[in-house]
């Protein structure tokens, strides 16, 4: 289940399921966003990218959804594998002129075998 | 191909100290951002230098500051140390400006202050 407090929301599942991540943007002006998975100890890396003239991108084993009427982007993770298990951060350029990402907090994924 | 590479990976000071970080983009890329990620939180902009200048900067007090060298490498400097100063500091490198070229990521200095 999903929780939020202090402490990262954390998102658990089994191995297989499929697993969806969400985030709240800030600034109905954004039109490029981004997500990226920050593993234990690493910098984030790029995992799938939605610019504002679309609702839905799908890559290998992922798929993004972004409704602009309620700034919400998702990220869809098919078939969860305990290498996903991850923090997940989605981010949003309020500027494109100025080229300044903003982040979210984050959703730790923690997927059990 | 090497990635965006940071020095040093750990890095503990004391409070008033002044603190350098370096970051090394991938070869050809001319913009490089810093962030900083604090304990249980999001990555928060400082700095953004594309061919040597200064192009934007985050929230953050006049200590923090920075610059971009000739061959696009990068410092971060923290001046009067303070205890909540104590975060990941990553830098990140692009080909453009984001939005129209990927951000590669480096694995980040943590910086303890004490």
């Known amino acids: 289940g999903e929780s939020v407090g202090l402490h990262l929301p954390t998102l658990s599942v089994q191995e297989g399921d499929n697993s969806i991540i969400n985030c709240a943007y800030s600034n109905s002006a954004s039109d490029y966003f981004i997500w990226y998975k920050q593993e234990s100890g690493k910098g984030p890396q790029f995992i799938i990218d939605?610019?504002?003239?679309?609702d839905k991108r799908q890559g290998q084993r992922v798929t993004v959804l972004l409704n602009k009427t309620v700034k919400h982007l998702s990220l869809q993770i098919a078939a969860t594998q305990p290498g996903d298990s991850a923090v997940y951060f989605c981010?949003?350029?309020?500027?494109?002129?100025?080229?300044?990402?903003?982040f979210g907090k984050g959703t730790m994924l923690l997927v059990s075998p | 191909e090497a990635g965006v590479t940071q020095s040093p990976t750990h890095l503990i000071k004391t409070r008033g100290q002044q603190a350098t970080l370096r970051c090394s983009p991938i070869?050809?890329?001319?913009?490089v951002y810093w962030y900083q990620q604090a304990l249980g939180l999001g990555l928060q902009f400082l700095l953004w230098?594309?061919?040597?200048?200064?192009?934007n900067r985050g929230n953050f007090p006049p200590r923090f500051s920075g610059r971009q060298f000739p061959n696009y490498s990068s410092e971060l400097n923290v001046n009067a140390l303070e205890l909540e100063d104590s975060a990941l500091y990553l830098c990140a490198s692009s080909l453009g400006t984001v939005g129209d070229a990927e951000a590669f990521f480096g694995q980040g200095t943590r910086l303890t202050v004490v």
């Open positions: 981010a949003e350029i309020l500027n494109s002129g100025y080229s300044t990402l903003t």
């Open positions: 939605i610019r504002s003239n679309m």
């Open positions: 070869s050809g890329h001319t913009s």
């Open positions: 230098y594309d061919e040597g200048e200064e192009r």
